[in-house]
Every structure is written in C-alpha cells, then in structure tokens.
C-alpha cells in the first residue's frame, strides 16, 4: 500500500473526511480533512504535505492546469465523470485506481 493511500486511509478512519457532509460553510473537504487529521497528531506533517501534493497533481491532470485550486467535485464534473459523495469517497479508498477521462 503506498503512503498515499496510508493517509488517506487514517484520515477517513478517524472520521475526519466524509464528502456526504461537504458544504462550502464546513470545508469538509480531503485538503482541508488532512489539515485537520494534522493538527490531530492523526497524521505527520509530511504525510499531510505529500497527500495534498498528490491531490494537487490529480487535479492538475485532470484539468491541464499545474496550479489548479478547483474542488475535486467540480473537476469530475468537468472531466465528464461520476461526481457523487460515493465516488470521491471511493477515489480516496483506492487511490492507485483512481479514474482519468
């Protein structure tokens, strides 16, 4: 299992990242999550650093943008893929299979 997925995996654990939940008022999204799960002490410093750098560079793929600051909802919508709380929810379960278009 990668890093990765390690942290994601500890950071949907701790109950910390649930996209049924996301709102713009609660932030509840993975990077904001992972800033949580940090402050936590659930997750190191680097991990958090490196997992947001991953979801970065997935965005950035997806979009054709190096510094992309969409949510990542918006960005499947975009790239014609299934959106839902379910589907980010899976991305983040098995992030090595995460979808391209």
Partial sequence: ??????????VIDAGLYDPR???LEN????CFSLVRARE??????T??????????EYIGELTGEEYASNALQ??????HLPSTAAYRMAIYLD???RPYP
């Fill in 1 to 10: 299992m990668s890093t990765i997925q390690a942290t994601f995996n500890a």
């Fill in 21 to 23: 939940n996301i709102t």
């Fill in 27 to 30: 932030s509840e999204f993975m």
């Fill in 40 to 45: 936590g002490k659930v997750i190191t410093p």
């Fill in 47 to 56: 991990q958090a650093k490196e997992a947001q750098q991953a979801i970065q």
């Fill in 74 to 79: 918006e960005v499947l919508e975009e790239a």
């Fill in 95 to 97: 992030w090595a299979n």
